[in-house]
């Protein structure tokens, strides 16, 4: 792709050349990719650049398009250059400093939200703590779709937390959710407790297994989000351990895992948990572990 022939360069020309030069390098969604990337360079709908498909980029414009293509080509998630990505029809500020929502993890907010439904006796609000906000994509979805639900939102990063408190603005719910600093592999503060609710979405990749992973996750993403440098459980059972705590006594824990973790959760949860179920996603994977009915330990 040359700069020589800046005229030839139109909308259709660039994405049926970009298909194929992207095929050819093995990137993922190489044609939405593409029109991604160039509707993010001329500002515009994707549906525009096929309205428009013969009107000629300008030298800027060209020159625009290839910067953004090289960060692809070099395995920078497409999410962190268009800085956004869509979430339960919402979408979301995203910055290196997040991990980026996935599609998995719609279950475990739907999970949540068919949860919220079952609670007649809940008129006026639901108390719901996440652990591990993010990006904040998961107690946002939350408070977006569920007037009652209130939340309390915690990670160990601060530069995650600004940019969920930005999402929060963005979807007008910043007034429903409390975002705290907290290590939770450390002491948890009490006076948050007790909830309705525990979601969690927390790193749980085997350090064997992360060594192994697609460059866009090794060298992008925040690392500490996704692996605990250990057996991908570390999470699962200080979670586990704070629930008489933080929990009612016949409140509800949803919490993701690997596809492969199903059994061990299952097990960590029936420890505590009167009642323990396992939830798939829409590919038929385990996805979801939930567990209810837990008393407290003063």
Not at 137 to 145: F, G
Request: a negative charge.
């Amino acid at each position: 792709m040359t700069t020589t022939t800046t005229s030839a360069w139109t909308p259709l020309s660039i994405i049926s050349w970009g298909v194929d030069y992207l095929r050819g390098r093995e990137i993922d969604s190489p044609r939405l990719t593409v029109e991604l990337l160039l509707s993010h360079t001329l500002q515009c709908r994707r549906i525009d650049l096929y309205t428009n498909f013969e009107k000629p980029l300008t030298s800027q414009e060209l020159a625009r398009f290839k910067e953004l293509l090289k960060r692809r080509l070099d395995h920078e998630p497409l999410q962190y250059i268009l800085g956004k990505t869509e979430f339960m029809g919402l979408e979301f500020l995203i910055t290196p400093s997040v991990f980026i929502p996935r599609p998995e993890t719609e279950r475990l907010v739907e999970a949540v939200l068919e949860e919220c439904k079952q609670c007649v006796d809940c008129e006026s609000s639901l108390n719901v703590l996440d652990i591990g906000t993010g990006s904040g994509n998961i107690p946002i979805s939350l408070a977006h779709y569920d007037s009652r639900i209130k939340c309390v939102a915690s990670d160990i990063s601060g530069d995650a937390l600004a940019v969920a408190q930005q999402n929060a603005l963005k979807h007008q719910v910043a007034g429903k959710i409390l975002f705290v600093k907290q290590d939770i592999l450390q002491l948890f503060p009490e006076k948050y407790t007790p909830f309705d609710i525990v979601v969690s979405n927390p790193p749980y990749i085997a350090l064997e297994e992360y060594k192994y992973l697609q460059p866009e996750i090794t060298r992008y993403e925040p690392r500490r989000a996704a692996t605990d440098e250990k057996d991908g459980l570390v999470f699962f059972k200080r979670i586990t351990s704070l629930m008489p705590k933080l929990l009612k006594a016949q409140g509800k824990c949803f919490i993701e895992i690997a596809y492969n973790q199903g059994e061990e959760v299952a097990s960590l949860f029936s420890s505590i948990f009167q009642d323990v179920s396992i939830i798939k996603d829409y590919s038929g994977n385990d996805r979801v572990v939930c567990g209810r009915g837990v008393g407290q330990n003063g």
